[in-house]
């Protein structure tokens, strides 16, 4: 087992989904690999009671035990919010996430060549095929392959999908009614036993409460469990990352980290791989400026930080005369992606429809009104169990103008300049955004709802993030225009490789965690071929 | 004053460009707790009045014997725990008893009917449903300042407290034996209950 200070053959900064997936595959090639993660570590086991805090204190399990390390700023159109929209800690952000698992489809990498819009990933669907084989295989993906719309596999999933929800069939009956296909949804998450998880007992606290007491849903914990058994990983929590230095060769030497007492370390390594997402990840590159790397290590492109994208939510909401039954389970089970691989990207984005049994909650329901005792009784009682939501997650295109940036005022915990964000949204997304609440609408009208109690105008007010944070330190063939290459290795330092969301150069309109797997595995395949 | 109903008129009379003096006004009336105040416990006679209390707020139909314990162990916690609660709702049984005998010309409060407690708590907060929006606008800008006070740390502590700790109970009110947090058959969402 490699102990901190040693010589590493990989040190991996982010112990989430990308670090998580990394540390495994490179640790189980024989390397000895060390792993730094800015959060603590929380225990598995205290997960049914952290579970039960959180519903009786609402106490967020996943909070920052030290908050001024995650200081911000805002100085955009749009202020973009990172309260509850990542997780620092072993396990990352996979501790909260919803644990959808999609494919991007391979119309997301050629934006550019086929609609004239961005621009194309430096690799195609068919480089990545194979590996999203594998991340679904790595983070258990639970399954059925119906979904026509869906780009091609070449392997099977490896769990049973889960059935639709018994109320998704007001959606179907409506879908069919419009000709638009409804299909399963492939979620991370045990629809049997799988590797050290038990199968989903249907909690109901994925979903909107962010945490499975008992582990049947992926969280990149297991990987991280899987790499120490290997007898080859280490992880180091509550090291937080402050620089990382290079030599005269422009080569990372080491790394400067930080424990919660401000005290110093250094982590040295013949490999670096950066895995703190899309926002960290820029910031750390920005933080290590150094007369070599003037504007920030691996910044010669000036690219680092630029290009922050997310994904766009809309709800459409109706009251159904009939009963619904919701929160029996925590996820949604019926999607629509046939406005996914849209032939006319050109002018609007892409849309995936989710197809939510959902609704306020008894105590939602008494926390909106002003009643009490028996009028409030009868309130929860007319108002649960009569509503759905068609979620409308779309697509933002690269824009260089938002950005990640250093804050020259703000410092964080450690003294370090905090992560200002320039946010704002363009004619594009916004007509996304009416097309697909207009698609929404038409949906709840064919299913012959008593009152959409949300759309229009009312759904663009209140979108939400998707808190996907992508882009920043993307990937590409011209280092003049990106910061690493294909292989995710920066293009100004021989030993740095940057592996996450961060890289994508464009989002599309679905979740990116599985394609963050599937890129980890494929670097790590990569690194394990380089010579130690 | 007392204000039942949708007020949807009165949200059509509103400029459009009122939010923000509204939000202004709001702000400033927004109740806040003392955090210079002490905590402690509140005596027995005070915690039987605020059970009275809760046994009104609470919306379920008989049954409050077996809920009453962990609303209690809620409010001796808030009480010595969170700084400003135990003066909130000492206030609160003040307000209570004070606004009883007003209303039915006796009291104190814990000695009153159901029926009489639940008119009580009706002169000092508005009704209005879940999509009340305008109703509960309003209600920020013209309830009186302990109304305000006492519905934002009391009435909507105790109603936490229930939904949150009695959660049987309150999911139970949906007709839902299992619910959140409760483990069950992971094919049951499937069918129909």
Known sequence: MIQGNDV???????????????????????????VLEAGPRHSPEARVDAMRELLESGKDPWAPELPERDVYTNDGEIAYP???????????????????????????????????LAEDWPIRYADLEPFYGKAELALGVAGTADNPFAPYRTTN?????????????????????????????????????????????????????GICPISAQYTSERHIRLAEKTGNASVIPNANVRRIQTDKLRRVNH??????????HEQSARTFVLCAHAIESARLLLLSASAQF????????????????????????????????PHRIGFHTAESHQFIPTGKRDETGTIKLEFEVTGPTPADVARRSGLWGKALAEEIRQSFGHHLRISLETEQLPDERNTITLDPHIKDHFGDAAPRITYSLGEYERDTAVKGIAMGERIFDAMGVEEITRGGRDSIERMNFGKHHMGTCRMGIDP???????????????????????????GGSVQPSLTIAALAIRAAEFIAQQEY | MILAGSGIATAAAVPSQLPKIEGRIAGLRRPQLEEDSPTGELTPREMATVMALAEVLVPIDGGFRGIEEVIERHVRQRTLQTKGY????????????????????????????????????????????????????????????????????????????????????????????????????????????
């Open chain 1, 294 to 325: 003037p504007q920030g290590l691996a910044n010669g492109s000036g690219m680092v930080g630029k290009n922050f994208m997310d994904h766009l939510y809309f709800a459409v909401d109706a009251r159904l005369k009939e009963p619904v039954f």
């Open chain 1, 255 to 264: 790394v400067v980290y930080a424990t919660p007492d401000k005290t110093q």
């Open chain 1, 82 to 116: 990172l309260e509850r929209a990542r997780v620092k800690a072993v396990g990352g952000s996979t501790l909260r996430w919803g644990g959808l698992a999609l494919r991007f489809h391979e119309t997301d990498f050629q934006m550019k060549s086929l609609y004239g």
């Open chain 2, 86 to 193: 135990l003066q909130e709702y000492r206030k609160a049984v003040a307000l209570l008893d004070e606004t009883a005998e007003a209303v039915t010309g006796h009291g104190p409060f814990m000695e009153l009917s159901k029926a009489e407690r639940e008119e009580v708590v009706a002169a000092l907060l508005w009704k209005y449903n879940a999509d009340d929006h305008m109703v509960r606008r309003l209600e920020r800008l013209f309830l009186s300042k302990e109304g305000l006070t006492f519905r934002r740390f009391i009435v909507r502590d105790i109603l936490a407290a229930f939904f949150r700790k009695s959660r049987q109970a309150a999911w139970a009110i949906v007709g839902y034996d299992l619910f959140p947090g409760r483990p069950q058959d992971p094919q049951a969402y499937a069918r129909m209950p």
């Open chain 1, 157 to 209: 999933y490896p769990l049973p999908g889960f059935p639709y929800n018994y109320d998704d069939r007001h959606f179907q009956n409506a879908c069919n009614k419009l000709g638009i296909l409804m299909h399963h949804v492939p979620w991370a998450r045990n629809s049997i036993p799988f590797q050290d998880g038990p199968a989903c007992m249907a909690f109901a606290t994925c979903g909107n409460y």
């Open chain 1, 480 to 506: 003049a225009t990106s910061v690493v290459n294909p292989d995710l290795r920066a293009h100004e330092v021989e030993n740095l490789f940057v592996v996450g969301s961060s890289v994508f150069v464009t």
């Open chain 1, 8 to 34: 590493a053959d990989v040190c991996i900064i982010g112990a989430g989904l990308a670090g998580g997936v990394m540390a495994y595959e490179l640790a189980s090639r024989g390397l000895k690999v060390v």
